[in-house]
Nanobody, 123 residues
Framework: QVQLVESGGGLVQSGGSLTLSCAAP????????IGWFRQAPGKEREGVSC????????LYSDSVKGRFTIARDNAKNTVYLQMNGLKPEDTAVYYC????????????????WGQGTQVTVSS
């Protein structure tokens, strides 16, 4: 069973940037499609991006397109979510998950989840 670990969350001002990391110690990340999700208090979990295991092609939700970038570094066995132009509405717990990538980015298609990392964007 794949165990995923997120890191990189924190507090940032509006307009700032953060990079989240997703690792799976003991597993080869390149073998898995990885999705990033977020959940704000009182809201449903939202898929924001995913990356294919076949050709590395990325997908994004409309809410983050043009601001967030998902990428793999197979040498570091890590998937990143680079977040630029952060807004207060991006505040949420961010999760990575495996093993699917399609539009819409639907949480019910993912079997393995990390514990999440908090991102807080102040206005």
């Amino acid at each position: 069973q794949v165990q995923l670990v997120e890191s990189g969350g924190g507090l940032v001002q509006s307009g700032g940037s953060l990079t989240l990391s997703c690792a799976a110690p003991g597993f080869r990340m390149a073998d898995y499609a990885i999705g990033w999700f977020r959940q704000a208090p009182g809201k449903e979990r939202e898929g924001v991006s995913c990356i294919s295991s076949i050709d590395g092609s990325p997908l994004y939700s409309d809410s983050v397109k043009g601001r967030f970038t998902i990428a793999r570094d197979n040498a570091k066995n890590t998937v990143y979510l680079q977040m630029n132009g952060l807004k207060p509405e991006d505040t949420a717990v961010y999760y990575c998950a495996a093993d699917w990538c399609s539009i819409p980015i639907n949480q019910y298609e993912y079997d393995f989840w990390g514990q999440g990392t908090q991102v807080t964007v102040s206005s």
